[in-house]
């Protein structure tokens, strides 16, 4: 199989602060990953495609300049929740595949809660 | 475009019993199906995937699912329930690699009951 980190596990953070969340492929190149938020008892809602050395790609109605999205090498992607508000908490999960896979592998989550 | 539907957001099961977990899929090419399980505030593990090649497919912890383009189907079983197999399990479709995005389901919560 293959191993997809995420850091942190769970964020407390202020009302108008940012929040910057990690997805690492610890032990292969990913050249997209993706990130998803899930509501509480919802299903995954993809957010953005993340492609390395390029921008983002942002599904309708997804704010790209609330949610920033930076994929710096094969192996790293980066959500930034810019000026969080309650209504950002929520579950991010981010998911990456190897280039001649089927498989999506998921991170284990990120559940942000703004106060 | 795709999409996936899951009949059922609570199914309850004794332990021991058959699982039964429904999903129907909608898409303009031929599809890759997959079956993810959650557990509480963790991430989706791939119970299994299907990708064109046999249409009864054989996951992980003992669950199957079957393709049946005809009613566009691809519900998942398992023929005795564990305790463990408590969790919100989706499922997916994509149209291409795994570097296609996924789409998928709302969800169905399975309890085991003892």
């Known amino acids: 199989g293959a191993v997809v980190s995420q850091h942190p596990s769970w964020v407390i953070c202020k009302s108008g602060t940012s929040v910057k969340i990690e997805c690492r492929s610890l032990?292969?190149?990913?050249?997209?990953m993706f990130w998803y938020r899930q509501f509480p008892k919802q299903s995954l809602m993809l957010m953005a495609t993340?492609?390395?050395?390029?921008?983002?790609?942002?599904e309708q109605g997804v704010e790209k300049d609330k949610f920033l999205i930076n994929h710096a090498s094969l192996t790293l992607s980066t959500l930034t929740v810019t000026s969080a508000h309650p209504e950002d908490s929520s579950f991010y999960i981010c998911?990456?595949?190897?280039?001649?896979?089927?498989?999506?592998?998921f991170g284990q989550g990120t559940r942000l809660t703004v106060v | 475009a795709q999409s996936v539907t899951q009949l059922g957001s609570h199914v309850s099961v004794s332990e021991g019993a058959l699982v039964l977990l429904r999903c129907n899929y909608s898409s303009s090419v031929p599809p890759y199906l997959f079956w993810y399980v959650q557990y509480p505030n963790q991430g989706l593990q791939l119970l299994l995937k299907?990708?064109?090649?046999?249409?009864l497919v054989k996951g992980i912890n003992g669950f199957e699912a079957e393709f049946k383009k005809s009613e566009t189907s691809f519900h998942l079983t398992k023929p005795s329930a564990h305790m463990s197999d408590a969790a919100e399990y989706f499922c997916a479709v994509s149209a291409n690699f795994g570097n296609e995005k996924l789409t998928f389901g709302t969800g169905t919560r399975l309890t085991i009951i003892p």
């Open positions: 993340s492609n390395e050395g390029s921008k983002a790609t942002y």
């Open positions: 998911s990456a595949s190897k280039p001649t896979n089927t498989e999506a592998f």
């Open positions: 032990d292969f190149q990913a050249t997209t």
């Open positions: 299907y990708t064109s090649a046999a249409t």
